[in-house]
């Protein structure tokens, strides 16, 4: 029989429920403002890339998937003012226009640190690895819309509101294949890398690798170096 504390079981909404947070947890401290999201989260038929700038991730492994997140153009922009004024850019350096390859480039890195994060956690939380393709950014005209298929087999697909700082809108929507993870035994997740620690580290480590001092020459070494030898 099994033992009820063990008996753990996380589903779509658990692996959603990370993904979403690793949105928030990330945008949060790349841009400083409050990133959000809806309580209640859509069951769909299909995942869709969409106006204004659409982005898409796949994942394999552990299990397999694919994320999306439709921006609207006065999210984009927000995101990519904000990130970059808190990296220390002056705002007369920013572009003005969604349409820009560096808004693109800018909301692409910030996606591969959301899916990054998420990946972590999955390793950490669920004992298990998936690895991901880079994040792929797609400007689109109001008039058109690309389904992405993920060649899922048993497909399971959600979406989920998000709302920046200033409430423009943006939208998650994740498809995977129908999955459960079962807790097996009760154990501990690894805890969360801290950068600032990995850098103390490297730098104590650095540190205790100083070369040695050449040691002194005898006489006779002296003798043998004046003669060439």
């Known amino acids: 029989m099994s033992n009820p504390e063990t008996s753990v079981v996380y589903g779509t909404e658990d692996l959603l429920i990370s993904l979403c947070n690793s ?4 945008l949060n401290v790349a841009t400083h403002s409050q990133i959000h999201y809806s309580g209640m989260v859509q069951r769909i038929s299909k995942t869709c890339l969409k106006p204004d700038i659409g982005c898409f991730v796949l994942f394999d492994g552990g299990f397999s998937g694919l994320v999306i997140i439709n921006f609207s153009a006065s ?6 003012q904000s990130y970059l004024l808190n990296m220390g850019m002056s705002k007369d350096d920013l572009v003005t226009s969604y349409t820009s390859d560096e808004v693109s480039n800018v909301m692409g890195e910030l996606m591969n640190q959301v899916v990054g994060d998420f990946t972590g956690k999955v390793r950490r939380e669920l004992q298990t690895h998936i690895t991901q393709n880079q994040p792929k950014m797609l400007v689109l005209n109001k008039q058109v819309m690309l389904s992405v298929d993920a060649n899922l087999d048993k497909p399971e697909a959600r979406r989920v509101t998000f709302y920046t700082g200033n409430n423009n809108i943006f939208y998650l929507e994740l498809a995977i294949d129908r999955t459960e993870f079962i807790k097996l035994y009760d154990f501990e997740p690894q805890e969360t890398p801290d950068p600032d620690a990995l850098m103390a580290q490297t730098r104590a480590n650095a540190d205790a690798e100083v070369p040695l001092p050449p040691v002194p020459s005898s006489d006779t070494d002296e003798l043998l170096k004046s003669l060439g030898m």
Do not use: I, Q
Request: aromatic residues 10%; neutral net charge; charged residues 20%.
């Open 23 to 26: 949105v928030t947890r990330v």
């Open 75 to 80: 999210a984009a922009m927000e995101l990519y």
